[in-house]
């Protein structure tokens, strides 16, 4: 293949599997937008709405095995393309429910189909991509992400008040299909080796995966930072925006489009952080965990209603918390081109995983105080969440650090050891 051939080809992998985590991140975060008159429409409690929009996070943990399975057999084009067709079907069960078990029964299907991540698209650049170029290409297909998240703000708000929350997980649904078409025109073809599955080989690589310091090193805490960003991005920040902070829909849309302005400017910023890193003869590790605990200095600041918990700090948040992506970057500089899908698919169940605790307990913590008739919780309600939310990531911050003063300073983790 020569160079114009294969650009053409990174050209069309990027773009193919960038529209992809658009779609998915769109249809994640969307609820955030849609959660208050969802609330008062079918009169939930914030422990309701936390269990609905956990179980998302619950069922990307239990989709990201048979991704990883279906993605080795069959390849991510076919693959995506299943976990597609999922993910629209899924919003628009969300669209048309009644109660809460199709609520999470919507929830759940998309939860599934986002099991498949960015996971799809790092496979595609390693099966099309020369390895030099996959550190900043993966920082594109996730930045895409941002955009999805970012266009979960003003639109979906717009959709929402115009049309109602119902009709706006119907259109996103017709678009999911829409964009399946354009995927499957786009993405290049998979050369796929069937291979026998070997369970027992499979769960041997898991446990090495597991067994690495430099896994937990990186995992735990921006496992806990990431699923508390994601918990406030989704699903909190509305009602705490409107209900202590007195603010109107308008205002909350904004808030979370400059939130996820922040996110993708933390994704973008992947490989110059990584630079600056080596730069200033910094472990990597160490850096990206310092990034962390910034994000959860800002979170406390906004856990108080007195400072002026304006846009620019929840932006600055959203930055600061998306070190789970300069997690990724480290992977590829330290294991080998065999055990870099697994770090990355063990990696992102325990994100979601931890999400979902974090999210269902911020839930079950509001609704251990008195709300209002429409289901509005005190300040000091949402205070002991930020408390709880700020203690476990420094608890997760303290551990991640001990585990990383342990690691080698040069360390490359192959097929056959991991230390």
């Known amino acids: 293949m020569d160079n114009k051939q294969a650009m053409w080809v990174w050209f ?39 269990l609905i929009s956990s179980s998302y996070f619950i069922c990307l943990c239990i989709g990201i095995i048979p991704s990883g399975i279906m993605l080795d057999h069959l390849g991510p084009k076919k693959t995506q393309a299943i976990y597609f067709v999922i993910m ?6 969300f669209g048309i429910a009644h109660s809460k078990f199709l609520f999470i029964i919507g929830r759940l299907l998309l939860g599934f189909s986002g099991g498949i991540s960015a996971l799809g698209g790092m496979l595609a650049l390693r099966n099309h991509v020369q390895h030099k170029y996959w550190t900043w290409s993966i920082g594109l297909i996730l930045a895409s992400g941002g955009v999805g998240g970012i266009m979960a703000g003003y639109p979906i708000e717009e959709l929402v008040l115009n049309f109602g929350w119902r009709s706006t997980c119907l259109v996103l649904s017709a678009l999911g299909f829409i964009a399946l078409i354009i995927f499957l025109l786009l993405a290049p073809k998979d050369e796929v080796q069937r291979e026998k599955f ?12 597991f067994r690495s310091r430099l896994f937990w090193g990186m995992t735990l805490f921006t496992a806990v930072a990431y699923g508390t960003f994601v918990s406030y991005q989704t699903l909190w920040i ?13 205002s909350v849309s904004f808030f979370i489009m400059m939130m996820n302005l ?11 952080f990584y630079v600056l890193a080596k730069k200033l003869k910094v472990s990597y590790g160490h850096f990206i965990n310092f990034v962390s605990f910034l994000s959860v200095v800002v979170l406390f600041l906004l856990s108080s209603k007195h400072l002026s918990n304006s846009w620019i700090e929840w932006g600055l948040y959203a930055l600061l918390a998306q070190v789970s ?3 990724y970057t480290l992977f590829t500089k330290k294991v080998s081109r065999e055990l870099f899908p697994l770090f990355i698919a063990m ?6 995983f931890v999400t979902f605790v974090v999210q269902s307990l911020t839930g079950i913590i509001l ?21 709880f939310a700020i203690f476990i990531n420094i608890v997760a911050f303290i551990f991640a650090n001990i585990v990383m003063k342990k690691l080698p300073k040069e360390l490359h983790i192959t097929g056959n050891s991991l230390e």
Request: charged share 10%.
């Open 347 to 352: 990696h992102a169940l325990c994100l979601f």
């Open 198 to 209: 070997k369970l027992g080989v499979s769960f041997s690589k898991i446990s090495e995966v």
């Open 12 to 50: 069309r992998t990027l773009k193919a599997y960038s529209l992809a985590f658009f779609i998915l991140i769109l249809f994640g975060v969307s609820n955030a937008m849609m959660a208050p008159t969802i609330i008062q429409d079918m009169g939930f409690k914030a422990q309701d709405m936390g």
């Open 325 to 327: 992506v300069h997690a």
């Open 88 to 93: 629209s079907i899924g919003i628009a069960i």
């Open 262 to 272: 922040g996110m993708t400017i933390g994704v973008i910023l992947n490989h110059p």
């Open 367 to 387: 609704d251990s105080w008195p709300s209002s008739y429409i289901h509005h919780y005190p300040y000091i309600a949402f205070k002991w969440t930020f408390y």
């Open 238 to 250: 509305a009602p705490w925006l409107i209900h202590v902070m007195d603010k109107n829909i308008e």
